[in-house]
């Protein structure tokens, strides 16, 4: 389940397992294309179409592309279910700084995460006052966390640029066409090389 992240909200971050061991979070580059974010795991792709809207953005394709960045998906404890949230920038350096050298089990021991928000311009949310402090050990360990936590990669795939090309405007699949063919074209002379 996926948490809207809301002032005075308190987070209990849990390690991510990713299959072989466990993770802080989850990085993903996006594309925000007419009104909806797309991901982009690798970013291979999200870098070519950055490329090119940079060189034409007076283009009506590089138009229909409003922006192009990294989300980081972190796994949470909130009012006692386990979830997600999605964040950007600001608070992945709070939390990560927070957890710097540290192993999956110290993330789930005593500290949370209070969501401080304040908006720029009454128009976008800053949390770069939220911060960590001190609370109760949860009871849950790591086999728990293995067995409960959200599917990320399978969400991230389903929402991804490639999985959702049938959605896209046609000119920017064009787009994508070719940039896929120079991705793969790249991979073949890596590998006869």
């Not at 927070?98 to 401080?116: A, C, H, M, W, Y």
């Not at 311009?121 to 409960?148: A, G, M, Q, V």
């Not at 896929?180 to 590998?191: A, F, H, M, N, V």
Request: proline share 2%.
């Amino acid at each position: 389940m996926k948490f809207k992240i809301e002032n005075n909200q308190e987070f209990r971050i849990l390690p991510i397992w990713n299959g072989q061991s466990f993770d802080l979070n989850i990085s993903t580059r996006y594309v925000y294309i007419d009104s909806k974010i797309y991901y982009d795991l690798d970013g291979k792709l999200s870098n070519k179409i950055w490329l090119y809207k940079r060189e034409f953005d007076n283009s009506k394709i590089a138009s229909k592309v409003k922006s192009i960045g990294t989300r980081y998906f972190y796994s949470v404890i909130l009012n006692g279910e386990i979830g997600y949230i999605e964040v950007g920038k600001s608070l992945n350096d709070i939390i990560t700084n927070e957890f710097v050298n540290k192993s999956p089990q110290d993330v789930i021991t005593g500290r949370k995460l209070s969501i401080s928000e304040k908006y720029v311009n009454n128009i976008y949310p800053d949390y770069k006052n939220s911060f960590f402090s001190d609370c109760d050990k949860l009871d849950i360990d790591l086999e728990d966390i293995k067995r409960n936590q959200f599917n990320f990669f399978e969400y991230i795939n389903k929402m991804s640029i490639l999985s959702n090309r049938h959605l896209i405007d046609s000119d920017i699949n064009t787009m994508l066409s070719h940039f896929i063919g120079e991705i793969r074209d790249e991979k073949i002379d890596k590998i006869l090389n």
